[in-house]
């Protein structure tokens, strides 16, 4: 006999199958004994029925493997983007500032698939153990995977600047365009900011409206012992909605309340014995509302707030850090701290470890804490200032091998000349060489300072991403005004040096056969025999060399008498800066020498300057015509012609020298900057308002405040109000809920606190805590104020020192002319010897025995102080963009380079932000040295007058009890 058992009410739309043939055909079951049989249904109903599993199958698949994972990357990036640039707007930012999206011109960009990259190169013997681990087989899925020889972006190298030749070429603007695109560093700030939205996210969900719920389908078999009866058992349930995971929806409130609403679903069939079928409905729902501990706004919502505020302070902070980031790229300032994740931890999400204590949760683990380090960098070094770092340091210590070309462009103009008189006997060979040792030392100088400039490029190419093999090459304008000597001048001087050097030696391309360890007797002889051998042809080859370095010393004139006319040009803004510096109390203090800052030695030295150009002139266009009669007359007797022409292009070097003084006196007295009017309360009180990490530091004190009430929460008594309440099926239809077969249940949980210990601990230290943020707030403070006070000293100093040195090169410049006209002087004629004797003519030819040590001297003096005079411009600069920075007013457009103010700092007090912090003192309530400031001062809130302490008081700190004075007596006023 076969059993049967009709399909009921609840299976049809159920995801129950156990057939597998059309309507009117027969299904398989189980029957009792693990014997099958035949059951008949109804058309209709069967056909209804495989209608409804194949959609519960369908939507089974659909929701088995979940959604894709380009879908849950999609979706996270329009979330946490949108969260980021609501608070970036609301700061007065544009959306869509901050994008972790690489450019896909970056080397960091991954032209592979986000979700299913190729696996990069791997060490072949750790990945022997992907396929094979301890004799066991891995995953064949890493054989199918694909695979990339790269692990950066193949293409990147294409897309970096280059000029015609193809050399990657960067300017200052190039440089920091080219740091954003592919800093590692930058990339890990925007990615922190991006987890710390995706926090926020985690957070806000937690008060969302949460769905949950799960399904299962099992047959169960028992044999008889096991079921207890004969037959054994045969039991087949569906759960549409599993009782441990049933369909539910969990909800959060603001005060602590969880509402939870849920419903739950099984269907059985025993196949054992007797046809049974049983359904089971339950529709319930649970609140808990905590009155005390637990509950409370303040409580419930802390950790939504600190994630908003802390995102809302790391979007202001990735502003911050972007500011520092242009200042490291071009000055090498550290860029200070960025955007700091304080959830997250251990690969969670939101704040699920926030303990309420220690900023993050973890002791001090992702808290927003202050800066302890302060920016001290750029106080001088010696008589000028300290060497600047980052891109504007490339292009200082380019400048400073540009001026020891031009200082060995002077020395071995000098060498020739004291080789000169050497030969005409009035010099002697020990001075000759000591020119000579003092131009090898400057040549080994020279590429000392060559192979640390390649070391610091590397450096900063490493920095900032780029590989140190790349060729790369710095080019900015920037100090191009501190070419004091023109390098083409500076190579003409060289030219013409090797030019007289084949002259005394030899004909064009030959050198004296000595050796250095011969001694000079047999090495002047070897010279004079070379001189012998002077040709013909030989004559023809320098005249046509000295043709060319006659006209390249014409270009080299025009280009001093521009130079004349750009300091013309400059001459009003040279005078008001001296007489705003003459002004100063710190220059009257220094004892300056008024000469100095005067303006009537400028015009003066101007004057000097145009009529020193004007002979200069006048000798070049003797000494070209000198040299032309010497081309159109080479039928001379070459030892003749020889020497006529080395006295030609020696007079020619002397005057280069001497141009190239004037064209160095001429840019040295064009050379300025913009001064910095601003005092230390104005700085502190612009800093107060525009710096987005003080911002930050206020709101990072109220965060430890907050903590206090959160905290002081787990110390009362649980009491809770629960209310709850059900509906189940009175039948085997499982949607036939009756309130007949319900239950309401109502009341109050309460639970004292007889245990608080560790909540006890927390709650101590979070009142610690508090008191250490208010330290630390008010020495982050401080830190501020010191370092505005610093850049300001620094920049002062810098306006003093800079027309210090200015005068020192202009010092340097004159012992230069000096000792270069002691080579010039002619010989004196001897008195005679004896009473009524003749005076002998050129008798008296011996130069001091100092004049080499002299120039050598002076030529180096003048390479130390343009290099110092460089510094202190170059260290101006730097200082004026770190003051710009600890301002906050710094402003970049959307490349990342600075934009230059249009107005003075100054005016910035003219236009605070309207929302002033109510804080005591206040920065800008600080008396102000003007009365004209007096008007920009914004009104302050009056400071309540707090109850007195029932403590007794303190003596004053400069009194002792009794009276006596314990600190020393003020030092009397400097004179």
Request: proline residues 7%; negative net charge.
């Amino acid at each position: 006999m076969m059993n049967s058992f009709s399909v009921p009410p609840c299976l049809r739309g159920s995801s129950f199958s156990c057939g597998n043939g059309p309507a009117g055909t027969a299904g398989l079951f189980v029957q009792p004994g693990g014997t099958t049989g035949l059951c008949h249904w109804q058309a209709d109903t069967a056909g209804l029925f495989w209608r409804r599993c194949t959609c519960g199958l369908l939507l089974l698949l659909v929701f088995l493997p979940g959604c894709t994972r380009p879908h849950y990357r999609r979706q996270a990036d329009r979330e946490v983007n949108c969260i980021i640039d609501n608070k970036t707007v609301a700061l007065g930012g544009a959306p869509g500032t901050f994008r972790i999206d690489v450019d896909p011109k970056s080397r960091m960009f991954d032209p592979n698939s986000p979700d299913c990259p190729p696996m990069p190169p791997d060490d072949p013997i750790s990945h022997q153990l992907m396929h094979c681990v301890d004799c066991k087989p891995g995953a064949p899925c890493w054989k199918h995977m694909g695979k990339t020889p790269y692990v950066e972006n193949p293409s990147w190298l294409e897309h970096l600047p280059r000029d015609a030749a193809g050399n990657v070429v960067l300017d200052l603007t190039g440089a920091v365009q080219v740091a954003l695109l592919e800093s590692p560093q930058y990339q890990q700030q925007l990615e922190t900011l991006y987890l710390s939205g995706l926090d926020v996210t985690f957070e806000r969900f937690r008060f969302d409206s949460q769905f949950f719920g799960g399904s299962s389908v099992f047959f169960t078999s028992e044999g008889p012992i096991r079921a207890g009866k004969a037959g054994g058992s045969s039991v087949f349930e569906v759960n549409p909605s599993r009782p441990d995971n049933r369909f539910r929806v969990e909800k959060l409130t603001a005060t602590g309340g969880e509402i939870v609403v849920g419903f739950a679903n099984s269907l059985m069939w025993q196949f054992a014995g007797p046809d049974d079928y049983s359904s089971s409905t339950i529709l319930d729902f649970n609140l808990i509302q905590p009155l005390l501990r637990a509950g409370g706004r303040a409580r419930v919502l802390e950790r939504l707030t600190i994630s908003e505020r802390a995102l809302l302070s790391n979007v202001r902070q990735m502003e911050h850090y972007q500011r520092g980031f242009y200042l490291n790229v071009v000055t090498g300032r550290d860029p200070g701290q960025g955007p700091n994740r304080r959830g997250g931890f251990f690969g969670g999400s939101g704040l699920e470890g926030f303990s309420g204590v220690g900023v993050g949760g973890f002791g001090r683990v992702g808290g927003v804490g202050f800066n302890q380090q302060g920016q001290v960098f750029g106080f001088t070094g010696g008589a000028g200032a300290q060497q600047a770092g980052g891109y504007i340091g490339l292009l200082q210590t380019a400048q400073v091998i540009r001026n020891q070309y031009s200082n060995i462009a002077g020395l071995g103009d000098s060498l020739e000349q004291l080789q000169a008189a050497y030969e005409a006997g009035r010099i002697d060979r020990f001075q000759v060489d000591l020119a000579r040792q003092a131009l090898y030392n400057a040549q080994s100088q020279l590429l000392n300072n060559e192979n640390q400039y390649a070391d610091g490029l590397d450096n900063f190419k490493l920095l900032h991403g780029l590989p140190p093999s790349l060729d790369l090459k710095v080019a900015d304008p920037l100090l191009d005004h501190f070419n004091l000597l023109d390098p083409d001048l500076a190579q003409l001087q060289i030219r013409l040096t090797d030019q007289l050097t084949e002259l005394r030696e030899g004909g064009a391309g030959d050198s004296p056969k000595g050796v250095p360890d011969e001694p000079a007797a047999k090495q002047d002889a070897e010279r004079e025999e070379i001189r012998r051998a002077f040709t013909a042809a030989d004559i023809e080859t320098f005249v046509k060399r000295g043709t060319e370095i006659r006209r390249a010393s014409q270009t080299q004139l025009a280009v001093a008498q521009l130079d004349l006319a750009r300091l013309k040009a400059a001459l009003p803004a040279r005078r008001a800066f001296l007489e705003r510096l003459a002004g100063r109390a710190e220059t009257k203090k220094a004892n300056i020498d008024p000469e100095l800052l005067s303006v009537e030695r400028l015009d003066q030295r101007f004057a000097d300057t145009t009529q020193e150009y004007v002979t200069l002139e006048q000798q070049l266009a003797a000494i070209w015509a000198r040299f032309d009669e010497l081309a159109s007359a080479q039928d001379t007797a070459t030892t003749n012609f020889r020497n006529e022409l080395i006295s030609v292009l020696n007079r020619l070097s002397g005057s280069l020298l001497e141009l190239s003084l004037l064209q160095a006196r001429a840019r040295l007295d064009a050379i300025t900057f913009d001064p910095v009017d601003l005092n230390d309360r104005e700085a502190y009180c612009i800093a107060s308002r525009y710096r987005r990490d003080w911002m930050n530091a206020r709101a990072s004190v109220v965060d430890a405040w907050r903590l206090i009430q959160f905290n002081a929460n787990f110390l009362e008594s649980d009491f809770d109000l629960v209310f709850s309440g059900d509906l189940r099926n009175a039948s085997d239809n499982p949607f036939d809920l009756r309130g007949s077969n319900g239950r309401l249940r109502a009341g109050l949980q309460f639970d004292p606190p007889i245990t608080r210990l560790a909540e006890r601990n927390t709650y101590r230290q979070s009142l610690i805590e508090y008191q250490q943020a208010k330290r630390q707030y008010y020495q982050f403070r401080d830190r501020v104020e010191r370092d505005l006070r610093g850049s300001l000293r620094q920049l002062k100093l810098d306006d003093l020192n800079f027309e210090l040195r200015r005068a020192a090169v202009h010092v340097a410049i004159t012992q230069v002319d000096l000792a270069r006209l002691r080579l010039s002087e002619p010989a004196r004629p001897v008195q005679a010897s004896a009473p009524g004797q003749p005076t002998q003519p050129g008798g008296q030819s011996q130069f001091g025995d100092t004049v080499a040590r002299d120039l050598v001297n002076a030529l180096i003096d003048l390479l130390n102080v343009q290099n110092d005079f460089l510094s202190v411009w170059v260290d101006h600069e730097v200082q004026t963009l770190n003051l710009d920075f600890q301002l906050g007013t710094m402003e970049l457009d959307g490349r990342g380079i600075r934009i230059p103010h249009q107005e003075p700092l100054r005016t910035f007090l003219t236009k605070l932000p309207d929302h002033a912090p109510c804080e005591e003192p206040d920065a800008c309530a600080l008396p102000y040295e003007n009365e004209a400031d007096e008007g920009q001062r914004e009104p302050q809130p009056t400071a309540v007058d707090l109850p007195p302490l029932d403590v007794p008081m303190l003596p004053e700190p400069n009194r002792h009890p009794t009276g006596a004075d314990l600190l020393p007596p003020p030092l009397p006023p400097n004179n």
